[in-house]
């Protein structure tokens, strides 16, 4: 079972930047695309977010040009670089990996980390 740990989260004034860093407890990010979502208060969850196994990266509509994704294959690493951040980026921020196998859906969540962004 795959075990993913946020790190970064915090609380910035608006036009301020995080870092925020997945680590996973075995090296996937080779095999397998990697995510970040993020859930407001009384919101569902949404994908900002994603690299593919070969690097290729897509992100939601209103974060283009202020989010970047990466990772580190070397330190089981994926980033979530957050610039120019607005008070409607707050929420909880997780990372996410998932795949198919044999007809199986295969899917594991860290447990979070918190983004307020407030004047």
């Known amino acids: 079972q795959v075990q993913l740990v946020e790190s970064g989260g915090g609380s910035v004034q608006p036009g301020g930047a995080l870092r925020l860093s997945c680590v996973a407890s075995?090296?996937?990010?080779?095999?397998?695309?990697m995510s970040w979502y993020r859930q407001a208060p009384g919101n569902a969850r949404e994908r900002v977010a994603g690299?593919?196994?070969?690097?290729?990266?897509d992100y939601k509509d209103v974060v283009k040009g202020r989010f970047s994704i990466s990772r580190d294959t070397a330190q089981n690493t994926v980033y979530l670089q957050m610039n120019s951040l607005k008070p409607e980026d707050t929420a909880i921020y997780y990372c996410?990996?998932?795949?198919?196998?044999?007809?199986?859906?295969?899917?594991?969540w860290g447990q979070g980390t918190q983004v307020t962004v407030s004047s």
């Open positions: 996410n990996v998932g795949w198919w196998e044999a007809g199986q859906r295969y899917s594991y």
């Open positions: 075995e090296n996937i990010f080779d095999r397998y695309g």
């Open positions: 690299i593919t196994h070969t690097g290729t990266t």
